[in-house]
C-alpha cells in the first residue's frame, strides 16, 4: 500500500478517484429528484384521466362562467361610454 502513494503520479489518481465519487454522488441525487418527478406526473396523468371522463359537464360549466363573465364586462363597458 505504501508503494502505491509513492508512486507517481498517485496523488492525480486520488483527485480523480475522489472528483469521480463527487459526480456519482451529484449524479444519485439528480435521479432520486427525477422520481419524485415522474411519481408527480404519473399523479397528474391520473388526474387528467379522471377529468377527461367526466369532461363534458365540466367544460360546459366553463364555458357557462366565461359567457356570463363576458356578459357582466360588456354590460360595465356600456355604462362607462
Request: no cysteine.
Amino acid at each position: 500500500m505504501q508503494r502505491l502513494t509513492d508512486a507517481p503520479g498517485a496523488e492525480r489518481l486520488v483527485g480523480v478517484l475522489n472528483a469521480t465519487r463527487d459526480r456519482v454522488d451529484e449524479l444519485q441525487r439528480r435521479v432520486r429528484g427525477l422520481e419524485e418527478l415522474e411519481q408527480r406526473l404519473a399523479a397528474l396523468e391520473r388526474k387528467v384521466d379522471r377529468l377527461s371522463k367526466g369532461g363534458a359537464a365540466a367544460s360546459t360549466t366553463s364555458r357557462t362562467r366565461k359567457t356570463t363573465s363576458t356578459k357582466s364586462s360588456g354590460g360595465t363597458r356600456a355604462k362607462k361610454a
